[in-house]
Structures are given as structure tokens and as C-alpha cells.
């Protein structure tokens, strides 16, 4: 079953209509009874807070930009790679867009991630989004290790030949039925980094994990 959601946001649609395969890779549905124990049971997303801080709640800095033009010129071309030493992660990246149907479609495969080309690129202002599936049925996928990213660790994003650096500020777990859509997809004032993928509970019955995992970056 797939999953449509407002078109008002665009690249909402890219990880909240599901990029669906057999593990259930983000989609969204209403939670099942919460008894049953999967590979992340210990985790609790309703135990979390509400909102984490993000870059975007933070004031605005005091200054003016360089009067002298001496900052660095802005970043062109597509993403191609993805690292986070921190956890092993090391991956191409596939460029994602809408189907027909307005779903995202899915990395080809599950060792590599995808970036949604249709909204914002890495390293320019606004909140890029990167999305990787967790696992398969034949064991780990590209974003299995993502729930060890902690605040502080680096990713790096290759992007026309150079290297973008972000910092992780929050990590968040949320039920896929209260997902927040705003806040991960709404626009920054910044250049920021979301990485996106499944776990919690896995519903066998769905055939899908009932939560997501949303790890929050600013670049620099």
C-alpha cells in the first residue's frame, strides 16, 4: 500500500509517500499494538521530546556578511557521495524524483543512498534530504548503522568535486503516523542535512517499521 501526502510540500513527498519495498522503507501508517519487540524495541519514540533543536530556532547572528566577497563560492552540481566516518557509512548517491503516481521512487538498491533532486541540493540553503533503506531480507542495507550517528559527528557530501561538510546537532525518532513533517521539511534560513531512514518495531503484518529516523545537520 502506498502513501500520498500534501503536494503543498514537495519534498515531504519524497520520504513520507514511502519508498516502499519489502521491509517498508519509510512508509506512513497507523501504528499497530506497540506488544510486539523488533530489532530497535528499546527504543521509545513517544519517550522523546517533541521538538530538538535544530539550527533554524537558534538567532540570527550578529554582523553583516563579508564586505569583502572572501567567502567561500557557492557549491554547484550534483551530490554524488555521502560519508559518516563516525559509523562506517560510504556510499554513491542514486538522484531520486517523483513517479507519475507523485511517490518517490526508490534507490535501485539497498547499498546505496538517494538524494531528492527536486528539492534542495546539499550545501545550499534549506533542508537537504538524503534517504537510505535500513535493511533487506538478506541482512543489512546502506543506512543500517544510522541510529549510532550521535551530535558532534561529521558527514561529508561530495558535490561537483568538493566536499561539503555538515555537523550533526539532534537525532530524533518519530511514529510514522505523527511524523513531523514541518519540521524536518520546512525551509531553514541555513544549509542543513537531513538523513532519513526506517526502524523501531517491525510490523511483520505490514510488512513495514512503524517508525523513522531523522538525523538533523548543519553544514560547517
Same mark, same amino acid.
Given at each position: 500500500m502506498k502513501v500520498r501526502v500534501r503536494a503543498v510540500l514537495p519534498i515531504a513527498v519524497s520520504l513520507l509517500t514511502g519508498l516502499v519495498v519489502? &521491509? @517498508?522503507y519509510l512508509m506512513v501508517r497507523e501504528p499497530a499494538p506497540t506488544d510486539a519487540l523488533g530489532r530497535w524495541g528499546q527504543v521509545s519514540p513517544s519517550s522523546l521530546p517533541s521538538a530538538v533543536p535544530v539550527p /533554524?530556532?537558534?538567532p540570527e547572528p550578529e554582523g553583516k556578511a563579508d564586505p569583502f @566577497? &572572501?567567502?567561500e563560492p557557492a557549491v554547484t552540481g550534483a551530490p554524488t557521495r555521502l560519508r559518516v566516518a563516525s559509523v562506517g557509512i560510504d556510499t554513491a548517491l542514486e538522484t531520486l524524483h517523483l513517479g507519475a503516481d507523485g511517490?518517490?521512487?526508490?534507490p535501485e538498491g539497498y547499498k546505496r543512498a538517494g538524494?531528492? =533532486?527536486d528539492g534542495t541540493a546539499p550545501g545550499d540553503i534549506g533542508p537537504a534530504v !538524503? =534517504? @537510505?533503506h535500513v535493511d533487506s531480507q538478506s541482512g543489512p542495507a546502506v543506512f543500517y548503522r544510522l541510529r549510532e550517528v550521535d551530535t558532534g559527528d561529521r558527514i561529508e557530501v561530495t558535490r561537483g568535486g568538493r566536499t561539503v561538510t555538515f555537523t550533526v546537532t539532534a537525532t530524533a525518532w518519530y511514529p510514522k503516523a505523527a511524523f513531523p513533517t514541518d519540521r524536518v521539511y520546512g525551509p531553514t534560513p541555513d544549509?542543513? !542535512?537531513r538523513l532519513i531512514t526506517c526502524g523501531g518495531v517491525f510490523d511483520r503484518g !505490514?510488512? /513495514?517499521y512503524r517508525d523513522n529516523l531523522v538525523v538533523y545537520a548543519v553544514a560547517g
Open positions: 519489502a &521491509t @517498508g /533554524s530556532d537558534w @566577497g &572572501t567567502a511517490e518517490l521512487m526508490p538524494w531528492y =533532486a !538524503l =534517504a @537510505g544549509r542543513q !542535512l !505490514l510488512r /513495514s
